[in-house]
């Protein structure tokens, strides 16, 4: 699959929480939602959903409604084509499901396990071709089939050389073994980390069993039974062979263009494509238990299992099922999926309770300035609110907000940091933007500060719990370990948690460093000007014996790390150009910074003769000291953040 730069901007951002779920509805009471009924749908989508296409300058749309066991709406808004126009057709424009096909993906897994041919609890090492098969990283304690599904399996989010320049290659599990395989970086069970690449292992673990292309696989244990016959597994290239493909659009400074993303070399993880009318055949069949057109298409324990919870970060947040997330967990409860690509964006919403469900899909990124609340997120959740009510008794474990309540703020303030990172490459950037820092905000209260989420103000309800002050009924939950504070969730986002760091951890301190870093450096400006002046005086300039190769090494590491960090601001500004190389594994993000260590390496150990035989003046040497040892700093922290090439990493 694909990721959008807005959204890869996730690749470093929040925006990557989003290939998940929507967070829930405001809370509060209504009036009685009225029938789920084609009138009333029609009603309401015709008029919201072409104002919402208008609004966020998007091209298209698909829009399925089912309820009562039957598909009670379809409706294709816009165009599949801005150039040639064709518009959006509900039943045949079969639009990238994104992430949404991670419940395919589970749901092919569960047949196999209702088969008997799999275990949820066992090693998945026992079920994976010895290439794939995962390190041993915590003896006695193997990931399973269960953390796979769950988005537990405590694997990193690396994301170098996961992605190809087009759709034109088929996904195998042979094709995994060229991705370089994450790490194991936390205990599984411990948190929920969003995992492309443990869903990508649950396709290879299926093709073992059977022998077989997953793709295949998908079709006759999901699609064939279901009656999905304009869905499959497929690379880009087949589907604009085989289906009606919508162009995807992101947004410019010229307006909607057709995307260039780069692409995940992966199918299970993200790569269906569907129409929004079998996507209403998928829901109904969830919804009925396995049931569609009054027979048994799936099995009932495979189906219960993936709209069940099956983990959380805390019991007091929503969490997740095989292959879904749970939007809210009060009443209605309401679960699914959502997809990000770059230039799409899908979600399907169920709410059991009330037999209803909606799946959304749309082929541009819009101009939108929340990232969260972008066209597909708006069209679900004001459905859901609209026809079931969805998150009006929302509030889970425990009472109404309370000063009194809890145990004292200072016990939870702190930094912390997505447990959805990498350790191994350059992707382990997205902690310094993906972090929450936490303060006392009086009465017992807190206050959440993030680059990329909006400050918000929480009151306590019991101890480690906290719901929203005057905002949209959120909840904040404190995970707890051994009697310490060890992470933070939010209900809105049960993708991930946000791990609790040390003062020496915190992102913002290195960011700090490595600015401070950057003025030492640029002050060797200094020394040319000096020599410069000095020239003009008539003297000539001072230059120990020995002394300048260390002045060059100094000199040489300093403009090196001068002009990377020129060019990282760069990217920053051209996010699109940032996400491709990330996602190539590019060198050019890391090879400068890994060329000039040897320089740095001189230049520090420079520093002892410097001292021992009186080169320069004190002064002099204290400055040359101050700038070698700048150079190491942030080269230091550029290696933490995966910027500074090393063999023994590749």
């Not at 998945?124 to 193997?142: K, T």
């Not at 059977?210 to 793709?215: I, R, S, T, W």
């Not at 001292?611 to 040359?624: E, K, M």
């Not at 040892?629 to 063999?647: E, N, R």
Request: proline share 7%; glycine share 12%.
């Amino acid at each position: 699959m694909r990721r959008s730069t807005g959204r890869t901007a996730c690749a470093l951002g929040a925006v990557l929480l989003l290939g998940a779920a929507a967070g829930p509805a405001a809370a509060g009471e209504g009036p009685e939602p009225p029938p789920v009924e084609e009138e009333s749908v029609r009603a309401f989508l015709d008029r919201r959903v072409p104002e919402l296409l208008e609004e966020f300058d998007v091209p298209g749309a698909a829009v399925s409604v089912v309820a009562g066991g039957g598909q009670v709406f379809a409706q294709g808004y816009g165009v599949a084509d801005l150039e040639t126009e064709e518009p959006v057709d509900a039943e045949e424009t079969a639009f990238p499901t994104a992430s949404v096909a991670k419940s395919f993906t589970a749901l092919t897994v569960l047949r196999l396990v209702e088969e008997g041919g799999l275990d949820l609890h066992a090693d998945v090492n026992g079920y994976l071709p010895e290439h794939l098969r995962l390190d041993d990283a915590y003896p006695g304690d193997p990931v399973t089939l269960h953390h796979l599904l769950t988005h537990t399996a405590g694997l990193e989010e690396a994301v170098a050389g996961t992605a190809v320049s087009d759709y034109a290659e088929e996904y195998t599990a042979e094709r995994l073994r060229e991705v370089p395989e994450p790490d194991r970086i936390e205990p599984p069970g411990r948190f929920t980390a969003y995992s492309n690449y443990g869903y990508d292992l649950l396709g290879a673990v299926a093709e073992e069993a059977e022998g077989k292309p997953f793709a295949d696989i998908a079709r006759e244990r999901v699609f064939a039974p279901l009656g999905m016959d304009g869905s499959a597994f497929v690379d880009g290239a087949a589907a604009a062979e085989r289906f009606s493909v919508p162009t995807l659009y992101r947004m410019t400074a010229e307006g909607n263009a057709p995307d260039r993303s780069p692409v995940l070399a992966a199918e299970p993880a993200g790569g269906a494509f569907a129409p929004v009318t079998d996507m209403s055949r998928f829901m109904l069949a969830l919804l009925g238990g396995g049931e569609l057109d009054g027979e048994r298409v799936l099995p009932a324990g495979a189906v219960e299992a993936m709209l069940e919870r099956q983990a959380a970060n805390d019991p007091r947040l929503t969490g997740s099922g095989y292959g879904t997330w749970e939007r809210s967990a009060g009443s209605p409860r309401a679960v699914g999926h959502g997809g990000d690509l770059g230039g799409l964006h899908t979600e399907y919403a169920l709410v059991p309770e009330e037999g209803v469900g909606v799946y959304v899909a749309v082929n541009g990124d819009g101009d939108g300035d929340d990232p969260i609340n972008d066209m597909r997120a708006l069209v679900v959740q004001e459905f859901l609110a609209e026809f079931t009510g969805d998150g009006e008794d929302a509030e889970g474990g425990g009472g109404a907000p309370s000063e009194a309540a809890g145990d004292g703020p200072g016990r939870y303030t702190g930094t912390y940091v997505t447990t959805r990172a990498s350790k191994s490459d350059a992707s382990a950037l997205k902690v310094a933007l993906d972090q929450v820092s936490v303060v006392a905000d009086g009465g017992g209260a807190l206050r959440t500060e993030s680059p990329v989420l909006p400050e918000r103000r929480w009151l306590p309800v019991e101890p480690g719990l906290y719901r929203e002050d005057g905002g949209n009924g959120g909840t904040l939950a404190f995970i707890e370990e051994d009697g310490e504070v060890a992470g933070l969730g939010f209900d809105e986002n049960p993708t991930q948690a946000y791990q609790r760091v040390p003062w020496y951890g915190q992102p913002n301190l290195h960011l700090a460093a490595v600015g401070a870093a950057l003025l030492v450096m640029a002050s060797l400006l200094m020394w040319p000007l000096a020599g410069a002046v000095r020239r003009l005086r008539g003297k000539r300039p001072a230059a120990p014996r020995g002394s300048r190769p260390a002045l060059l090494a100094a000199g040489l590491t300093a403009a090196v790390c001068a002009g990377f960090a020129a060019f990282f601001c760069y990217l920053v500004v051209r996010m699109e150009v940032l996400e491709v190389l990330l996602f190539s594994g590019s060198p050019l993000l890391t090879v400068p910074l890994a060329a000039a260590v040897p320089a740095a390496v001189c230049s520090v150990a420079a520093i002892v003769p410097a001292w021992r035989r009186g080169w320069w003046s004190a002064l002099g040497r204290v400055h040359y000291s101050a700038v070698a040892l700048a150079s190491a700093v942030f080269l230091a922290f550029a290696a933490l953040y995966g910027l500074v090439w090393a063999p023994a990493l590749s």
